[in-house]
């Protein structure tokens, strides 16, 4: 059965270091999805591809986050610099097309220290 | 926007009897409702979704949920839980079935006593 694909799935680093995360949609899924879930919370969309354009990141810290599907297929999430109150879980999500049930990842759960 | 609560944080249930989750949300038109489970360390699965027709709707592993527009709720129930349902769910609400943007509750931990 095809699953989204994440790595790493656990990531520790200090505060003002640079991380990436990256996703690696099922096959033919036209979009893909950035969620944050704080702990204790649902998850919150960060920003959504659809194929190597970016549809909305209007939750995304754009200071600091940046995120890319260049060839409309796997995609990158990095934070530079990770602050502390970063530390949550990242999780990846693609579906055939907007509105299509979405299929989530592992998720790479991150730790600032 | 469109909102979602979950008033149950956390749920203890005994093997083999019944569970209800509960969903209110939030929105002026029909929403579009789905609920996820997450299992310790992994993503989110779908366990079912409801976009229209009828409110009484079944989806994998023996769960069912009952859309009710006067209350403005869509709880999840399972007539006997099994341990390997231990795990928190999440109720989601979108604004139409194109709409990508899925607003999801805080989540209920169910944990499934022997």
């Known amino acids: 059965e095809a699953e989204v694909a994440q790595s790493p799935r656990y990531k520790i680093t200090e505060k003002s270091q640079a991380v990436a995360f990256w996703c690696d949609p099922i096959?033919?899924?036209?979009?893909l999805y950035w969620y944050r879930q704080i702990l204790g919370q649902g998850p919150e969309l960060l920003v959504q591809?659809?194929?190597?354009?970016?549809?909305?990141d209007s939750q995304l810290p754009k200071d600091r986050f940046s995120a890319e599907r260049l060839k409309g297929v796997d995609s990158t999430l990095k934070i530079q610099p990770a602050e502390l109150g970063d530390s949550a879980m990242y999780l990846c999500?693609?579906?055939?097309?907007?509105?299509?049930?979405?299929?989530f990842g592992p998720g790479t759960r991150l730790t600032v220290l | 926007a469109q909102s979602v609560t979950q008033p149950d944080i956390h749920i203890t249930v005994s093997e083999g009897a019944s569970l209800e989750l509960r969903c209110n949300y939030s929105?002026?038109?029909?929403?579009?409702l789905f609920w996820y489970v997450q299992s310790p360390g992994q993503g989110l699965q779908l366990l079912l979704k409801?976009?229209?027709?009828?409110?009484l709707v079944q989806g994998i592993k023996g769960f069912e949920a009952e859309f009710k527009r006067s209350q403005s709720s869509f709880n999840l129930r399972k007539p006997s839980v099994h341990w390997s349902d231990a795990a928190e769910y999440f109720c989601?609400?979108?604004?139409?079935?194109?709409?990508?943007?899925?607003?999801f509750g805080a989540g209920t931990t169910v944990t499934v006593r022997a």
């Open positions: 999500a693609s579906s055939p097309g907007s509105g299509n049930e979405q299929f």
């Open positions: 096959s033919g899924h036209a979009t």
């Open positions: 591809f659809q194929d190597e354009s970016v549809v909305d």
């Open positions: 929105y002026g038109a029909t929403p579009y």
């Open positions: 409801y976009f229209s027709g009828d409110t």
């Open positions: 989601a609400v979108g604004a139409e079935p194109n709409d990508y943007k899925l607003s």
